[in-house]
């Protein structure tokens, strides 16, 4: 078979009957889980940190007993790996802190200390440094309950948040979800409340050298990031001996903040991290849990939660904005009608659901109106450019019964878009020029994840949306755009992926854009990243990539196959064949026969791997729809080739 040729052979017509059904049945697995509002919607799934966190903080606040709680016990329990660890990441050979986190809150659960399953999780804490050896945020949810002292906690001095707006660092030099994070973790840090719970209990077996041996000393590196420890060392004693400047209208500051910030749901920049640090901080202010602004809080949080007849997990966000976007871009491209009645009902959702109030992007933008998408079902404060160009796309592709209104709202936010351009000519998350890396070596930031810069794949969604949908932006700002692309690609012809796992979507990310906006200017770049994907398609037609990649890049596109690795592969090379004629004819059609092999009766596929990227190392997500709406759009893109 020639793909080039698009021959009607034999060959040719069984596998387009093959594909043909498995779009069939992919289509109506989708129209048949579309909520009655119009909006898709499915689970994301993180670690058990998160459900760990939302049991303390039940426990600190005493709402414990009004929440199935009972069942987060089972739902650790079947987390729990054979080495006696959690895992991070599925496959990752268990993680220290996310093992502490669970170990914690089975205790907080009543599970005796001689339970088989904290025996082994014990003991793989305990070989791996224990509680002294994990991350600064579980030391801080335990030093909430008093398994660890406030001593060996960062400072974070509450007086950042009456820096004017031209001094060199606010708080709007963090990026949007360590900022919603870490002010309303000023009035914790300031406060370093320990809070009795029930059971009451100490964690003191889970330190490897004894508890009378702990050092709650920071660490030293050896470099200049060792001032940063000497800093801390000074804000102790200004706390200790009460001179701490201006401390109660920092903290007044901080508490208006947070009051102002809480969305009429009752959540706070609708990632988790935000809510329970935001609750935290009204706990720490002696609000009662009978306060209205605690009550929704608290029911914020429920809503984010999954319980089934014996487990109860929370979600670390909700994307319904972002999974109803690529919903209704897959069920388009795989040949529903632009003006499908089910279609239209979702764009529809998505109109109404665009932001037109300023959020925390305008303190560093001052020419921007407002016009984005955010990622969940309400965050007015925190449009992203990723969702908003993906919800342009897929509103274009609808036929809607006022399209001047729909064309209407895609201007205002390629206007908005447009006026969020980063200074190196890429486009961040979230926010402008948020890119002061030397917040990453706070002792507080152990995440590295404390700004939000440009990155080659949110980029390429602005630059795929501009040619894809015809729209027009200022020259001089694509051009830039198409130049950062160009510096970002690795030597070996991938591109690295921030919000996904990682290289294969990175690099299918950057060649959808490049393809449809800068064609025949970069032949080069085009070939060069999809012969990097194809070498590195693995022998059973797939691709896959370990979330490891992000530790060690030797590991770049090595990884067993997953179904929404493999069309992200596909759609790359897809994209950069149409774009140069130069078809990868047989990496496309084993990949397409590894789609159509692993599709199940249902017409859904099936992968455990996390390929959605939450902090690069330390934090990665499962979108249950990631390995459903990709491989639907890959295999109708390879149909629309063929025929």
Not at 110 to 128: C, N, T, W, Y
Not at 190 to 198: I, L, S, T
Not at 555 to 562: A, C, E, M, V, W
Request: one cysteine or more.
């Amino acid at each position: 078979m020639q793909i080039q040729d698009r021959n009607s052979s034999p060959q040719v017509t069984e596998v387009l009957n093959q594909v043909k059904d498995a779009i069939a049945a992919s289509q109506d697995y989708l129209m048949s889980i579309q909520y009655p509002e119009g909006y898709w919607w499915a689970e994301l799934e993180s670690n058990v940190t998160i459900t760990a966190e939302v049991v303390l903080l039940h426990k600190i606040w005493g709402t414990d007993k009004t929440r199935p709680l009972h069942k987060v016990e089972t739902y650790l329990r079947r987390q729990q790996r054979e080495h006696g660890g959690w895992e991070l990441f599925y496959g990752d050979g268990g993680d220290l802190s996310t093992s502490v986190e669970a170990y914690m809150a089975l205790r907080l659960l009543g599970v005796s200390i001689d339970d088989p399953a904290l025996i082994r999780g014990r003991e793989f804490i305990l070989k791996r440094g224990g509680i002294s050896k994990s991350r600064i945020f579980t030391k801080l949810h335990l030093a909430l309950i008093g398994c660890y002292d406030w001593r060996g906690i960062p400072s974070i001095p509450p007086w950042i948040m009456l820096l004017p707006e031209n001094f060199p660092f606010t708080i709007y030099e963090m990026s949007s979800w360590a900022r919603s994070s870490t002010v309303p973790l000023l009035i914790v840090f300031d406060k370093k409340p320990v809070y009795c719970c029930d059971p009451t209990i100490n964690l003191d077996e889970l330190y490897s050298e004894g508890i009378e041996n702990v050092k709650y000393d920071l660490p030293k590196t050896g470099d200049w990031t060792d001032i940063f420890v000497w800093l801390d060392g000074v804000f102790k004693f200004a706390q200790d001996y009460n001179l701490v400047p201006l401390r109660q209208e920092s903290l007044q500051a901080a508490e208006r903040w947070v009051l102002e910030r809480q969305e009429d749901s009752g959540d706070w920049g609708g990632i988790i991290p935000a809510m329970l640090n935001s609750l935290l901080a009204l706990r720490a202010l002696n609000y009662e849990a009978v306060d209205p602004i605690v009550h929704r809080g608290l029911q914020s949080v429920d809503n984010f939660a999954i319980e089934t007849e014996d487990t109860y997990h929370v979600q670390p966000c909700i994307s319904p904005v972002w999974d109803t976007a690529w919903a209704i871009r897959a069920l388009v491209e795989s040949g529903l009608k632009a003006d499908d009645p089910r279609l239209v009902k979702g764009a529809q959702w998505l109109l109404d659901k665009q932001i037109l109030d300023y959020g925390d992007w305008a303190v560093k933008n001052k020419q921007g109106t407002p016009g984005g998408w955010a990622f969940e079902f309400d965050n007015r404060w925190y449009p992203d450019l990723d969702d908003s160009a993906v919800v342009v796309m897929a509103l274009d592709q609808v036929k809607m019964p006022n399209e001047d209104l729909k064309n209407g709202a895609i201007r205002r936010c390629v206007r908005w878009m447009a006026t969020m351009q980063c200074k190196d000519g890429g486009w961040g998350a979230f926010d402008l020029d948020n890119d002061q890396n030397w917040l990453n070596f706070l002792p507080y930031a152990d995440l590295k994840a404390m700004i939000d810069p440009n990155t080659s794949d949110v980029t390429a969604r602005v630059l795929e949306m501009l040619g894809t949908c015809g729209l027009i932006m200022d020259s001089n700002r694509v051009q830039k755009a198409i130049a950062y692309l160009e510096k970002e690609q690795e030597p070996d012809g991938s591109w690295f992926g921030r919000w996904g796992v990682n290289y294969i979507y990175g690099t299918s990310g950057v060649l959808s854009a490049l393809a449809v906006i800068a064609p025949e200017t970069h032949q080069k770049e085009l070939k060069k990243g999809a012969a990097w994907l194809v070498g590195c398609q693995n022998a059973d037609g797939g691709w896959g990539e370990t979330c490891f990649s992000y530790n060690d890049s030797s590991l770049k596109g090595k990884g067993d196959s997953t179904a929404s690795q493999t069309a992200w592969g596909l759609i790359g090379l897809l994209a950069a064949g149409e774009a140069t004629g130069e078809f990868f004819k047989t990496a496309i059609e084993r990949g397409v026969n590894y789609l159509l092999k692993t599709q199940r009766e249902d017409g859904t596929w099936d992968e455990n791997y996390f390929t959605g990227t939450g902090f690069p190392c330390h934090f990665y997500l499962k979108y249950h729809l990631y390995l459903q709406y990709f491989p639907l759009i890959a295999l109708s893109r390879y149909q629309r080739l063929l025929t």
